[in-house]
């Protein structure tokens, strides 16, 4: 791995702040780290960092202090953004009722060469990139990196759309971490969309980087430009791929989700209900990556694919990409989650179903999870039926009357951290005792299995798998009966191996 080398313009954002808030920030040793100063009116100021936020000094600031900042600082948009010229900081206000700027954010923006060098092979392979991950967690960071990667080291024609000039900075000369892209402004928020549009039209761009995909219009703009062949490099809302599926205005960027009602006959195949989800378009990125650290990425190489899976209930299985105590690239492998064929044995055994309370969980996503992974459970609105509660972690807090009541039933109860199927599936996979560890082989077999079962549910002939361990075979026949396909183990040891059947060669 390269050595990551940063440029941060510190000085120039340190100057708009009053005396007293400068002496009080060089005196700290942490410095280089931080991360952006807030001044609100009537306030102690504040110094925020990576891992925490400290006073700056002990008065608070006044309206005069605000006065000083603003004189240093470009024009407000409407966005309420502002920066300094020739750097990356931004700047951004709080107004009062009469529009009276009443507070300020002050970020630093820093440009940091080889923050990319972890997926630098997806940046160069031409497909479209989708970055999500939580605020200050580096997005900008390495669309800035991978600008100037593209047009500079490439030399491909890059445009940046650059909404509040956070990306190549303020004034009319864009900032050099850009590299050789060029850069469009945009007038107001409202009108990105249009602009990303132009670019395409007027301006002939192999690659287009655009900086939070927030709205419908956004999300149409960034389908046309990837239906035209230019490689689009983004961001948008959302700290997941789940999230962003979820999400109504931006699940186009993924495919979309459409109802479908299936026939009595490919229900019975599919072994499912009738009416499922699935995947309304092809998404308009073709790769997506999760910032879960600055250090440590989850990549869904097929976004096609992973959002498929998870419609069908599965949790997605990305790459994991960690930097090392050495700092040498680590590329790890999440294990499946998919308990199905322990749940097999459950229902076997179990006499009667689990009667699950839920508040605050959303009813839908823990129903689908239910019915997708055929779970010997069901919900109650009755907390006085239930043989487990799962509450959500931020009702945890207010629900405390709640909570003794499960206490006092000797209700066992469990939380879930977020409406996510990932987290649901977990915290039912502890209501019903599933821990469940994976090897790489049972992992690999599982993968190569389901690719079986679509095939044969879409027509295909007798499909023949790796030779495998009577265990891991095991696990495939229970698999593929959940889909109500036909299997048999062949062949002699060490080369005995599943074959996947389709319905139709025994109707």
Same mark, same amino acid.
């Given at each position: 791995?390269?050595?990551?080398?940063?440029?941060?313009?510190?000085? +120039?954002?340190?100057?708009?702040?009053?005396?007293?808030?400068?002496?009080?920030?060089?005196?700290?040793?942490?410095?280089?780290?931080?991360?952006?100063?807030?001044?609100?009116?009537?306030?102690?100021?504040?110094?925020?960092?990576?891992?925490?936020?400290?006073?700056?000094?002990?008065?608070?600031?006044?309206?005069?202090?605000?006065?000083?900042?603003?004189?240093?600082?470009?024009?407000?948009?409407?966005?309420?953004?502002?920066?300094?010229?020739?750097?990356?900081?931004?700047?951004?206000?709080?107004?009062?009722?009469?529009?009276?700027?009443?507070?300020?954010?002050?970020?630093?923006?820093?440009?940091?060469?080889?923050?990319?060098?972890?997926?630098?092979?997806?940046?160069?392979?031409?497909?479209?990139?989708?970055?999500?991950?939580?605020?200050?967690?580096?997005?900008?960071?390495?669309?800035?990196?991978?600008?100037?990667?593209?047009?500079?080291?490439?030399?491909?024609?890059?445009?940046?759309?650059?909404?509040?000039?956070?990306?190549?900075?303020?004034?009319?000369?864009?900032?050099?971490?850009?590299?050789?892209?060029?850069?469009?402004?945009?007038?107001?928020?409202?009108?990105?969309?249009?602009?990303?549009?132009?670019?395409?039209?007027?301006?002939?761009?192999?690659?287009?980087?655009?900086?939070?995909?927030?709205?419908?219009?956004?999300?149409?703009?960034?389908?046309?430009?990837?239906?035209?062949?230019?490689?689009?490099?983004?961001?948008?809302?959302?700290?997941?791929?789940?999230?962003?599926?979820?999400?109504?205005?931006?699940?186009?960027?993924?495919?979309?989700?459409?109802?479908?009602?299936?026939?009595?006959?490919?229900?019975?195949?599919?072994?499912? +209900?009738?009416?499922?989800?699935?995947?309304?378009?092809?998404?308009?990125?073709?790769?997506?990556?999760?910032?879960?650290?600055?250090?440590?990425?989850?990549?869904?190489?097929?976004?096609?694919?992973?959002?498929?899976?998870?419609?069908?209930?599965?949790?997605?299985?990305?790459?994991?990409?960690?930097?090392?105590?050495?700092?040498?690239?680590?590329?790890?492998?999440?294990?499946?989650?998919?308990?199905?064929?322990?749940?097999?044995?459950?229902?076997?055994?179990?006499?009667?179903?689990?009667?699950?309370?839920?508040?605050?969980?959303?009813?839908?996503?823990?129903?689908?999870?239910?019915?997708?992974?055929?779970?010997?459970?069901?919900?109650?609105?009755?907390?006085?039926?239930?043989?487990?509660?799962?509450?959500?972690?931020?009702?945890?807090?207010?629900?405390?009357?709640?909570? +003794?009541?499960?206490?006092?039933?000797?209700?066992?109860?469990?939380?879930?951290?977020?409406?996510?199927?990932?987290?649901?599936?977990?915290?039912?996979?502890?209501?019903?005792?599933?821990?469940?560890?994976?090897?790489?082989?049972?992992?690999?077999?599982?993968?190569?299995?389901?690719?079986?079962?679509?095939?044969?549910?879409?027509?295909?002939?007798?499909?023949?798998?790796?030779?495998?361990?009577?265990?891991?075979?095991?696990?495939?026949?229970?698999?593929?009966?959940?889909?109500?396909?036909?299997?048999?183990?062949?062949?002699?040891?060490?080369?005995?191996?599943?074959?996947?059947?389709?319905?139709?060669?025994?109707?």
């Amino acid at each position: 791995m390269s050595e990551k080398k940063t440029m941060d313009n510190l000085a +120039q954002l340190l100057e708009i702040l009053p005396p007293e808030v400068i002496r009080a920030l060089q005196e700290m040793p942490n410095l280089e780290d931080l991360v952006e100063v807030v001044m609100d009116l009537g306030r102690v100021p504040e110094a925020r960092f990576p891992e925490g936020s400290e006073d700056l000094g002990v008065a608070p600031v006044t309206r005069a202090d605000l006065a000083h900042a603003l004189a240093r600082v470009g024009a407000f948009s409407l966005d309420n953004r502002a920066g300094i010229e020739a750097t990356l900081h931004r700047i951004s206000c709080l107004r009062n009722r009469q529009g009276e700027i009443i507070g300020l954010t002050c970020r630093v923006g820093r440009a940091v060469a080889g923050t990319i060098d972890m997926i630098r092979d997806m940046v160069e392979s031409g497909r479209s990139l989708l970055l999500l991950g939580r605020p200050g967690i580096g997005k900008t960071t390495k669309l800035r990196e991978i600008a100037r990667v593209l047009s500079t080291e490439l030399n491909k024609r890059v445009i940046v759309i650059d909404t509040s000039n956070e990306i190549a900075g303020d004034g009319d000369i864009p900032h050099p971490a850009i590299g050789r892209a060029r850069r469009m402004q945009v007038p107001t928020p409202s009108l990105q969309h249009a602009v990303m549009i132009e670019a395409v039209e007027n301006h002939m761009p192999e690659v287009i980087v655009i900086d939070e995909i927030g709205t419908e219009q956004e999300a149409l703009a960034a389908r046309t430009i990837a239906e035209r062949g230019v490689q689009l490099i983004g961001t948008a809302h959302g700290n997941s791929l789940e999230n962003l599926l979820l999400n109504p205005t931006l699940s186009d960027l993924v495919g979309g989700i459409q109802s479908v009602t299936l026939s009595d006959e490919e229900a019975r195949r599919r072994g499912t +209900q009738k009416s499922i989800l699935e995947r309304k378009a092809p998404p308009t990125f073709d790769l997506a990556i999760e910032i879960q650290d600055r250090d440590r990425l989850a990549v869904h190489s097929d976004v096609a694919d992973t959002v498929d899976q998870m419609l069908r209930g599965f949790m997605p299985s990305p790459e994991i990409r960690q930097l090392g105590e050495d700092g040498a690239l680590e590329i790890l492998k999440e294990p499946l989650a998919d308990v199905s064929h322990h749940i097999s044995n459950i229902v076997k055994t179990a006499g009667a179903k689990i009667r699950i309370f839920p508040y605050a969980v959303s009813r839908s996503q823990l129903e689908r999870v239910i019915r997708t992974l055929r779970m010997p459970a069901e919900i109650t609105k009755n907390l006085s039926e239930a043989d487990a509660m799962l509450i959500l972690k931020a009702n945890v807090k207010s629900a405390g009357r709640l909570l +003794q009541d499960a206490e006092d039933r000797q209700t066992p109860v469990y939380v879930v951290k977020s409406n996510t199927i990932p987290q649901i599936q977990r915290s039912l996979r502890e209501v019903m005792h599933l821990d469940v560890q994976y090897v790489p082989e049972e992992d690999d077999a599982l993968k190569e299995t389901r690719l079986a079962i679509d095939q044969a549910l879409e027509g295909a002939g007798t499909i023949e798998l790796k030779p495998r361990s009577a265990p891991i075979r095991r696990l495939q026949h229970e698999l593929v009966e959940r889909y109500q396909l036909k299997s048999q183990s062949v062949g002699s040891e060490p080369n005995r191996r599943v074959c996947v059947y389709p319905v139709d060669l025994f109707e």
